[in-house]
């Protein structure tokens, strides 16, 4: 399996509340619509948080981390072919200049590895 993460930055002027809404109402229909190789698509909104150590709060470069799974690289790269010409490439080029600062984002795919994690110690 294949996974892809997307850092994104919403527009200038535009609240998190109305970035959430549209992109929740909006622009994730795109993604459901023209992927339909995809077998999960994930948006995670960040909330910052105090860093234990300073106690500050830092601005994030990021509002949301978006996720999408696939289940080959074969599948991801058909997708992303489908998408990134024609119709469907400028479907979402115009949807995205309405929601995102399109050159803050950040793209990447990962490796997942999982740990089992001893719980022997609970319930002591």
Same mark, same amino acid.
């Given at each position: 399996?294949?996974?892809?993460?997307?850092?994104?930055?919403?527009r200038?002027g535009?609240?998190? %509340?109305? /970035?959430?809404?549209?992109? &929740?109402?909006?622009? =994730?229909?795109?993604?459901?619509?023209?992927?339909p190789?995809?077998?999960?698509?994930?948006?995670?909104?960040?909330?910052?948080?105090?860093?234990?150590?300073?106690r500050?709060?830092?601005?994030?470069?990021?509002?949301?981390?978006?996720?999408?799974?696939?289940?080959?690289? %074969?599948? /991801?790269?058909?997708?992303? &072919?489908?998408?990134? =010409?024609g119709?469907?490439?400028?479907?979402f080029?115009?949807?995205?200049?309405?929601?995102?600062?399109?050159?803050?984002?950040?793209?990447?795919?990962?490796?997942?590895?999982?740990s089992?994690?001893?719980?022997?110690?609970?319930?002591?």
């Amino acid at each position: 399996m294949l996974k892809q993460i997307v850092l994104l930055k919403r527009r200038p002027g535009m609240t998190m %509340e109305e /970035f959430k809404d549209y992109y &929740e109402n909006v622009h =994730s229909k795109l993604g459901e619509k023209y992927m339909p190789l995809a077998r999960r698509y994930f948006r995670r909104y960040v909330c910052p948080e105090p860093n234990p150590i300073t106690r500050q709060v830092e601005e994030l470069d990021f509002d949301v981390v978006m996720e999408i799974w696939w289940d080959s690289r %074969e599948d /991801f790269e058909s997708t992303m &072919e489908s998408i990134g =010409s024609g119709e469907i490439h400028r479907l979402f080029v115009e949807d995205e200049k309405k929601i995102f600062d399109r050159h803050s984002n950040r793209v990447f795919t990962v490796e997942e590895k999982e740990s089992v994690m001893d719980r022997s110690w609970e319930g002591c």
